[in-house]
C-alpha cells in the first residue's frame, strides 16, 4: 500500500491534472444525445458512437460562435479539452468548437493543407507564370462529358473561332480523379502542343469537389511548366487548386471569356493596321511625289520629258502594285481565318464522342454473337462427352443382363473368397436389387 493516504477531493484533482496535462484538446466525432440547454446559456449533453459515450459541456461563451442548431442525434466533430468534473470524479469534455461532421472534417483537412502548401511557398505570387498574348492553342483538362466542357467550347465558338483546343479527358470527381488529373497535367506538358492550360470542372458538394483540393493535385499544377488557369465549380467555391494554379476563374464560362480573346477586337486590330498601311503608303507616295517635284524642277533645264514620263508612269504601278499587294494579303488572311473557323466547328468533340459510341455499340454486337456461337460449341462438346460417357458407364452394363454383388457394408464383390456360406449379399441389376444368401463358395483355381 501506498504511504500516502489521499483525500477523494486530492484524487479527482490529481486525475484531472494528469488528464488535462496528457491529453489537452482532441478533435473527434460523435453523436449528440440528451442535449439541455438551460437559461443560463450552456450546453450539456452526452456525444457517444456505437460502443462507448462521454459528457460534454460547452459553455456559452463558446457556443456563441456556432452557426448550426444542434439537436439529438446529429453527428458533429468537436474539439474539446480533456478534464474531470471533481465534485462528481466524472470525466468529461469541454467543447469550445463544434461543425457538422463530414463536411466540418473535409474543411479542417482543406485548412491545414492549404496552410501546410503556403509555407512551403505553392501560393507565393512570385511563383505564378504569366499567360501568354496571345493565346493560339488552349489545352483543357475536364471531363469529356460534363457541362464544363460544353460551357467553355460555347463561348471559345462565339468568341473566337479561330482558338485551337485540345482536350485532355480525364475523370473530375471521386478517388480515381486524383492520379487522373495529375497523369493529364504531366501529359500535357510531355506533348507541349499547348499555349495554355485550362483545369475545370462545373458545380458540386465539397466532396464532388474535393479531388482539387488534394496534395497530389496540388503538386502536380505547381510542377506544370505550362501556365494553369483553374476554374473549378461556381464563384463560391474554392480549392486549393485555385491557390497554386497561376490564374484562377470564378467559372468555367468565365474562364472561356478570359482566354478566347474576342474576335471583334481582332478584327478591329486588324482595321487599324489596314489604316496604318494606308496611311504609310499615302505619306510614302507624297514623299516621293516631292521628290519627284523637286527633281523635275531640277531637270527643267534640260527637259527631259520622257524619263519624267517614265519615272511617273513607274511610280503609279507600284502604288497600284502595293494597293494591289494589300488587297491580296487582307484577303489572305481573312480566307485562313474562316479556314480555321471551319476546323474548329468540324472538331467537335461531341462528334468523336458519337463515332466511339457506334464503334462500342458494333463491338458489343459481335462480343454477342460471338459467345453465343462459343456456346452453342460447348453444349455441343458436351452432349457428345455425356453420350461418350454414358456408353462406358456400369449401368449401361447391367442393362446387358450383368449385375453387382456386394456385401452388406456396401462394397462390390471380386473374388468368392471374399464371402463364406451363410452370408447374405445384395446383387444390383439392371432395374433393381436382390437380397441373396450364399450356400457355398467356390474359390478360383487360378
Same mark, same amino acid.
Given at each position: 500500500?501506498?504511504?500516502?493516504?489521499?483525500?477523494?477531493?486530492?484524487?479527482?484533482?490529481?486525475?484531472?491534472?494528469?488528464?488535462?496535462?496528457?491529453?489537452?484538446?482532441?478533435?473527434?466525432?460523435?453523436?449528440?444525445?440528451?442535449?439541455?440547454?438551460?437559461?443560463?446559456?450552456?450546453?450539456?449533453?452526452?456525444?457517444?458512437?456505437?460502443?462507448?459515450?462521454?459528457?460534454?459541456?460547452?459553455?456559452?461563451?463558446?457556443?456563441?460562435?456556432?452557426?448550426?442548431?444542434?439537436?439529438?442525434?446529429?453527428?458533429?466533430?468537436?474539439?474539446?479539452?480533456?478534464?474531470?468534473?471533481?465534485?462528481?470524479?466524472?470525466?468529461?469534455?469541454?467543447?469550445?468548437?463544434?461543425?457538422?461532421?463530414?463536411?466540418?472534417?473535409?474543411?479542417?483537412?482543406?485548412?491545414?493543407?492549404?496552410?501546410?502548401?503556403?509555407?512551403?511557398?505553392?501560393?507565393?505570387?512570385?511563383?505564378?507564370?504569366?499567360?501568354?498574348?496571345?493565346?493560339?492553342?488552349?489545352?483543357?483538362?475536364?471531363?469529356?462529358?460534363?457541362?464544363?466542357?460544353?460551357?467553355?467550347?460555347?463561348?471559345?465558338?462565339?468568341?473566337?473561332?479561330?482558338?485551337?483546343?485540345?482536350?485532355?479527358?480525364?475523370?473530375?470527381?471521386?478517388?480515381?480523379?486524383?492520379?487522373?488529373?495529375?497523369?493529364?497535367?504531366?501529359?500535357?506538358?510531355?506533348?507541349?502542343?499547348?499555349?495554355?492550360?485550362?483545369?475545370?470542372?462545373?458545380?458540386?458538394?465539397?466532396?464532388?469537389?474535393?479531388?482539387?483540393?488534394?496534395?497530389?493535385?496540388?503538386?502536380?499544377?505547381?510542377?506544370?511548366?505550362?501556365?494553369?488557369?483553374?476554374?473549378?465549380?461556381?464563384?463560391?467555391?474554392?480549392?486549393?487548386?485555385?491557390?497554386?494554379?497561376?490564374?484562377?476563374?470564378?467559372?468555367?464560362?468565365?474562364?472561356?471569356?478570359?482566354?478566347?480573346?474576342?474576335?471583334?477586337?481582332?478584327?478591329?486590330?486588324?482595321?487599324?493596321?489596314?489604316? #496604318? !498601311?494606308? &496611311? =504609310?503608303?499615302?505619306?510614302? %507616295?507624297? $514623299?516621293?511625289?516631292? /521628290? *519627284?517635284?523637286? +527633281?523635275?524642277?531640277? @531637270?527643267?533645264?534640260?527637259?527631259?520629258?520622257?524619263?519624267?514620263?517614265?519615272?511617273?508612269?513607274?511610280?503609279?504601278?507600284?502604288?497600284? #502594285? !502595293?494597293? &494591289? =499587294?494589300?488587297?491580296?494579303? %487582307?484577303? $489572305?488572311?481573312?480566307? /485562313? *481565318?474562316?479556314? +480555321?473557323?471551319?476546323? @474548329?466547328?468540324?472538331?467537335?468533340?461531341?462528334?468523336?464522342?458519337?463515332?466511339?459510341?457506334?464503334?462500342?455499340?458494333?463491338?458489343?454486337? #459481335? !462480343?454477342?454473337?460471338?459467345?453465343?456461337?462459343?456456346?452453342?460449341?460447348?453444349?455441343?462438346? *458436351?452432349?457428345?462427352?455425356?453420350?461418350? @460417357?454414358?456408353?462406358?458407364?456400369?449401368?449401361?452394363?447391367?442393362?446387358?443382363?450383368?449385375?453387382?454383388?456386394?456385401?452388406?457394408?456396401?462394397?462390390?464383390?471380386?473374388?468368392?473368397?471374399?464371402?463364406?456360406?451363410?452370408?447374405?449379399?445384395?446383387?444390383?441389376?439392371?432395374?433393381?436389387? @436382390?437380397?441373396?444368401?450364399?450356400?457355398?463358395?467356390?474359390?478360383?483355381?487360378?
Amino acid at each position: 500500500m501506498s504511504n500516502q493516504i489521499l483525500t477523494v477531493s486530492a484524487l479527482n484533482r490529481q486525475l484531472k491534472a494528469t488528464l488535462e496535462q496528457q491529453w489537452g484538446r482532441v478533435w473527434l466525432t460523435g453523436e449528440i444525445s440528451n442535449l439541455a440547454t438551460p437559461s443560463s446559456g450552456h450546453w450539456y449533453f452526452t456525444l457517444k458512437d456505437e460502443r462507448s459515450q462521454l459528457r460534454c459541456a460547452m459553455f456559452r461563451g463558446r457556443n456563441n460562435r456556432v452557426t448550426f442548431r444542434p439537436r439529438d442525434g446529429m453527428q458533429v466533430l468537436v474539439r474539446a479539452q480533456v478534464t474531470l468534473y471533481e465534485p462528481r470524479g466524472d470525466m468529461q469534455l469541454l467543447v469550445d468548437s463544434m461543425q457538422p461532421a463530414g463536411d466540418g472534417l473535409l474543411k479542417q483537412q482543406f485548412e491545414e493543407l492549404k496552410l501546410r502548401l503556403a509555407a512551403e511557398g505553392l501560393f507565393a505570387s512570385g511563383a505564378k507564370q504569366p499567360l501568354p498574348d496571345p493565346i493560339q492553342t488552349l489545352g483543357i483538362i475536364t471531363s469529356p462529358t460534363g457541362a464544363a466542357i460544353h460551357d467553355v467550347l460555347s463561348v471559345l465558338q462565339r468568341r473566337n473561332p479561330a482558338l485551337k483546343v485540345i482536350l485532355y479527358p480525364t475523370q473530375v470527381q471521386g478517388r480515381e480523379a486524383i492520379p487522373a488529373l495529375c497523369r493529364a497535367i504531366e501529359i500535357a506538358n510531355e506533348r507541349d502542343e499547348v499555349d495554355c492550360l485550362l483545369l475545370t470542372r462545373g458545380g458540386g458538394s465539397l466532396e464532388d469537389l474535393w479531388c482539387f483540393n488534394e496534395e497530389a493535385v496540388a503538386r502536380a499544377v505547381f510542377a506544370s511548366r505550362l501556365p494553369i488557369v483553374s476554374a473549378v465549380g461556381h464563384e463560391v467555391d474554392v480549392t486549393i487548386a485555385d491557390f497554386v494554379a497561376d490564374l484562377r476563374a470564378p467559372t468555367p464560362s468565365a474562364a472561356a471569356e478570359m482566354l478566347s480573346g474576342d474576335q471583334r477586337h481582332q478584327r478591329q486590330a486588324i482595321a487599324n493596321l489596314q489604316h #496604318r !498601311l494606308n &496611311h =504609310a503608303i499615302g505619306r510614302t %507616295l507624297q $514623299q516621293q511625289r516631292s /521628290r *519627284l517635284s523637286l +527633281l523635275d524642277s531640277r @531637270l527643267t533645264a534640260a527637259h527631259p520629258s520622257r524619263q519624267l514620263a517614265t519615272l511617273s508612269q513607274r511610280l503609279d504601278e507600284q502604288q497600284l #502594285r !502595293l494597293h &494591289h =499587294a494589300m488587297s491580296q494579303r %487582307l484577303a $489572305q488572311e481573312n480566307r /485562313r *481565318l474562316d479556314n +480555321l473557323t471551319t476546323r @474548329l466547328q468540324a472538331w467537335q468533340p461531341q462528334r468523336q464522342v458519337r463515332q466511339r459510341q457506334e464503334q462500342l455499340t458494333s463491338l458489343s454486337d #459481335r !462480343l454477342q454473337r460471338s459467345m453465343s456461337s462459343l456456346t452453342e460449341r460447348k453444349r455441343q462438346q *458436351l452432349g457428345a462427352q455425356a453420350q461418350a @460417357l454414358n456408353a462406358i458407364s456400369p449401368l449401361a452394363v447391367l442393362g446387358r443382363g450383368y449385375a453387382i454383388l456386394q456385401d452388406q457394408s456396401g462394397k462390390a464383390l471380386t473374388d468368392a473368397s471374399q464371402v463364406q456360406a451363410g452370408d447374405n449379399l445384395n446383387a444390383r441389376l439392371h432395374r433393381g436389387e @436382390l437380397s441373396l444368401k450364399v450356400e457355398r463358395t467356390t474359390p478360383s483355381t487360378d
